[in-house]
């Protein structure tokens, strides 16, 4: 038997995932907004952790949020006729993650050029990124400066050199040069070496291509200006100092 207790209230219940879905419900008013969101999950099929509640007047006027599981339905001044809404936000999040459901939107690239109001249109009326060919060119310019340095610095080094790798923000770390060129996984020109001690990061093999061969982690790929050749020789452990 339905209570029609002055406590009670009757009220329209919505849904985010069906606009079209009306129920029509009484709830204590004296319920906590977690309670009711218990209520609220089996009636929608919605997750009582993850959903919302906001409350609309008669007139379809947003009246606010019940935000608060520990309080009651009626500190929302809730009463007869409301509407309570209920967004799912992990029903939402599913949905959209579920790409089966989305029709898809094709386009060929030259269609794609021809629209206006893209991402693409906006940014070659504009001139900004790729679009900017003084920018451009100037990037070009560097890199091309930047492959010349290198090649240059490549020249005045050979295979079997002793050197000292020298990063900025890293150890100096000495090292015998096994590798002088261009490598497929980078561009540029690179140096391989292999390191005195186990500081590197490979055996002489990058993205499955040897390059040189030396023993697991003596390995590594330096740009040319960061190699310092020169008389320096492998540093031992004296053991009759250190005892």
């Known amino acids: 038997m339905a209570d029609f207790s002055p406590n009670y209230a009757k009220f329209t219940i919505t849904t985010s995932r069906q606009q079209d879905a009306v129920l029509e419900r009484r709830f204590d008013r004296n319920i906590t907004i977690a309670n009711l969101k218990g209520k609220l999950e089996l009636l929608t099929g919605g997750n009582a952790s993850t959903m919302k509640i906001e409350l609309y007047a008669k007139d379809n006027v947003y009246v606010g949020t019940c935000d608060n599981d520990e309080a009651c339905l009626g500190s929302y001044a809730a009463h007869d006729e409301m509407r309570l809404h209920v967004v799912d936000i992990f029903a939402q999040k599913k949905e959209f993650e579920d790409v089966s459901k989305v029709e898809k939107f094709e386009l060929s690239v030259e269609e794609y050029s021809k629209r206006t109001g893209t991402v693409r249109s906006f940014l070659e009326h504009n001139k900004l990124g790729k679009y900017d060919a003084e920018e451009m060119k100037q990037k070009e310019e560097v890199k091309r400066q930047e492959m010349e340095a290198d090649e240059t610095a490549a020249k ?33 020109w690179w140096i391989g070496v292999r390191y005195d001690e186990p500081l590197g990061k490979n055996d002489g093999t990058v993205e499955g291509k040897r390059y040189f061969e030396c023993y697991p982690k003596y390995g590594g790929f330096v740009k040319p200006i960061y190699v310092i050749v020169g008389d320096f020789p492998e540093e031992t452990l004296d053991i009759e100092e250190e005892l």
Do not use: H, L, N, Y
């Open 156 to 188: 005045d080094i050979k295979v079997g050199d002793r050197c000292e790798v020298r990063v900025p923000g890293q150890p100096v770390r000495r090292a015998t040069v096994m590798f002088i060129g261009t490598v497929d996984f980078s561009k540029g």
